[in-house]
């Protein structure tokens, strides 16, 4: 199973809106709705910040959002901030039952 | 609270074996599927294993398939992965994380320990 998609880096300046994108195939993207984000700072474990698509867990702000279209999934961070400085790895469940990471994107708080 | 803390990782020469170790604490350890991910130095995360609540259903990643095995003891609310004929690509850090439905999404994970394949 190859990783998904991503790219590489992104950047904005705070107070601006980014997306990142995600693209999958009809093996894992397209096919669940089972998708998730995680925010990973230096020297930190994984943080969940988007499930299922489009939901926030408890404690997550409310300008984090996510969407999905056919195999491609989106991350939004509108009203970036510095603390959102940090890498970004989405996630699908696939029809081989296992889980697929994106490359990761790096995101830069300008 | 919720608390994941992986233990076990080390130098190890290439063909070497080591047990990682999760231990977990406030929640029911038997009511997730446990999952385990790495990160090799400079790449993105890669999902290497996971198991259900009752030992009855684990997945491997390809790259790990016959060389990795994941265990649980629920009455030690511990998760255990045996990783054997390691190679200087498993080379990682690896996390536990837990999920509360196959392929959901992992609300928890551990602060990862490092392990290093090199001779």
């Known amino acids: 199973q190859s990783a998904l998609t991503q790219p590489p880096s992104v950047s904005g300046s705070p107070g601006q809106s980014i997306t990142i994108s995600c693209t999958g195939s009809?093996?894992?993207?397209?096919?669940?709705?089972?998708v998730s984000w995680y925010q990973q700072s230096p020297g930190t474990a994984p943080k969940l910040i988007i499930y299922?698509?489009?939901n926030r867990p408890s404690g997550i702000p409310g300008r984090f959002s996510g969407s999905k279209s056919g195999n491609t999934a989106s991350l939004t961070i509108s009203g970036l901030q510095p603390e959102d400085e940090a890498d970004y790895y989405c996630?699908?469940?696939?029809?081989?039952?296992?889980?697929?990471f994106g490359s990761g994107t790096t995101v830069t708080v300008l | 609270q919720v608390q994941l803390v992986e233990s076990g990782g080390g130098l190890v020469r290439p063909g070497g074996s080591l047990r990682l170790s999760c231990a977990a604490s406030?929640?029911?350890?038997?009511?997730?599927?446990m999952i385990w991910i790495r990160r090799a130095p400079g790449k993105g995360l890669e999902f290497v294993s996971y198991?259900?609540?009752?030992?009855?259903?684990?997945k491997y990643e390809d790259s790990v398939k016959g060389r990795c095995t994941i265990s649980r003891d629920n009455a030690k609310k511990s998760l255990y992965l045996q990783m054997d004929r390691l190679r200087v690509e498993d080379t990682a850090v690896y996390y536990c994380?837990?999920?509360?439905?196959?392929?959901?999404?992992?609300?928890?994970w551990g602060q990862g320990t490092l392990v290093t394949v090199s001779s």
């Open positions: 198991i259900d609540g009752v030992n009855s259903y684990i």
């Open positions: 996630s699908s469940y696939t029809r081989n039952d296992k889980y697929v």
């Open positions: 299922e698509v489009t």
């Open positions: 009809s093996s894992d993207i397209s096919s669940y709705n089972r």
């Open positions: 994380a837990r999920s509360t439905y196959l392929g959901g999404p992992l609300d928890h």
């Open positions: 406030g929640f029911i350890f038997s009511d997730y599927f």
